[in-house]
């Protein structure tokens, strides 16, 4: 059985790896597009390391068995 917090923390990496709806991009100037990607890259990054951080001390993590 996954953890709860695994769970929910895999669905923001999910979610974090979507591509942005247009109608956000909109009236966006260059700068604020350049802003935008940065930003999503950063919301990547930390909570890819935010699940990685917690599978290290998930008890449940480390009793899946190997695929």
């Known amino acids: 059985m996954a953890c709860k917090t695994c769970t929910q923390l895999e669905e923001a ?3 974090a790896q979507k591509p ?9 100037t260059e700068s604020g597009l350049r802003n935008r990607a940065r930003q999503r890259e950063e919301k990547q990054i930390k909570t890819a390391l935010d699940l990685e951080k917690h ?3 998930c008890p449940d993590y480390a009793n899946r068995p190997a695929f």
């Open 20 to 28: 942005d709806p247009p109608e956000i991009l909109q009236g966006l």
């Open 55 to 57: 599978q290290r001390t």
């Open 13 to 15: 990496v999910a979610a």
